[in-house]
C-alpha cells in the first residue's frame, strides 16, 4: 500500500512537470509566430506583368493582443490615381479573391463596409488598421476559399503561409497594375528583405 502511494506521488510529479514544460512550449511557440509583415509591390508582379514602372510598399506589424492589423500602404508612379487596394487570399503568381480592402471598393456593403476612398493621387501613402470587423467572406460559390467573414484568425494564417498579396487597381489597369506578396519577418528589427 506505502509502494502505490509513492508510485501515484511520482506520477502526479510527473504530470505537473510534463504540464509545465509543454505550457512553457506552448508560450515560446506563440511568442515566437511572426508578428511584422511587408511586401514590396511592383508592375511585374501582376497577373499579367505590367510594364509602368510603378511600385509600391506594404508595411504591418500585429498587435500584440493579435486583434489588429497596423499598416501602412504606399505608391508611387501610378498611371492615374488608385480605385481600390486590397489584400487577397492566392499565392504567387495566382490571381486570387480579396481578403480585406485598404482603401476604396464598393461603399455601404458586406465587401468594404468601413473604409475610405484611395486618396486620387498617382503617388501617395495611407496608413490604418485591419480587425475582424474588415475580413471579407470568400465562402460560397465560385469564390469559396474558406474564409468567413470576420475570421481574422484564418486570415493571419493565410498571411503567414505565404498566400496573401497586396495590390492595387487603376482605371488604365482595373485588375490591378502594382502587385506584391506579403513576406512574414520575426523580430523587431526592420529590414528590405522581401
Known sequence: MKNLGYKIAVATAL?????????????????DRPHRFSAKLSTFNEVPPKGTGATGTFQARLSEDGTTLNWT??????TGPPLFAHIHFGQRGVNANVMTFFCGGPKG???NPQKPDCPQTTSGS??????????????????????DANDFATFLRAIRSGDGYCNMHTTRFPGGEIRGQIAVHRGDVDDDEN
Not at 15 to 31: H, I, P, Y
Not at 126 to 147: C, F, P, R, Y
Open 15 to 31: 504530470a505537473l512537470a510534463t504540464g509545465f514544460v509543454a505550457s512553457v512550449n506552448v508560450r515560446a511557440q506563440n511568442d
Open 109 to 111: 456593403s458586406l465587401v
Open 73 to 78: 500602404f504606399t505608391w508611387s508612379g501610378l
Open 126 to 147: 495611407i496608413t490604418g488598421s485591419t480587425t475582424a470587423a474588415d475580413i471579407v467572406a470568400l465562402n460560397s460559390g465560385t469564390t469559396d476559399q474558406g474564409l
